[in-house]
């Protein structure tokens, strides 16, 4: 008997399995991951050629969730950036 998938929704287009691509978060339906998207952006890359980059697996819904979803870890998570303490 097969093993249930352990799949987690993150958000509406973010899923978390895994069984797939060792439990990154990737786009729904898809095996592109969410950091590789975010690295596209940050490199500079249109969304709509991300898009075609990606044969229009996802959307621009998506990759604003991506988005909105990495800002809230961030600031969540902000004090495990930190580089150097800043003086008073």
């Known amino acids: 008997m097969k093993k249930k998938s352990q799949a987690k929704l993150l958000g509406r287009y973010i899923v978390v399995d895994p069984e797939i691509c060792h439990g990154q978060p990737t786009f729904r339906g898809t095996r592109i991951m969410v950091w590789q998207v975010l690295e596209m952006l940050a490199d500079g890359m249109a969304w709509e050629t991300i898009i075609e980059e990606c044969h229009n697996s996802i959307t621009k819904d998506a990759i604003a969730e991506a988005i909105k979803l990495s800002g809230e870890a961030f600031i969540k998570h ?6 150097e303490p800043t003086p008073a």
């Open 78 to 83: 902000a004090d495990e950036f930190v580089l």
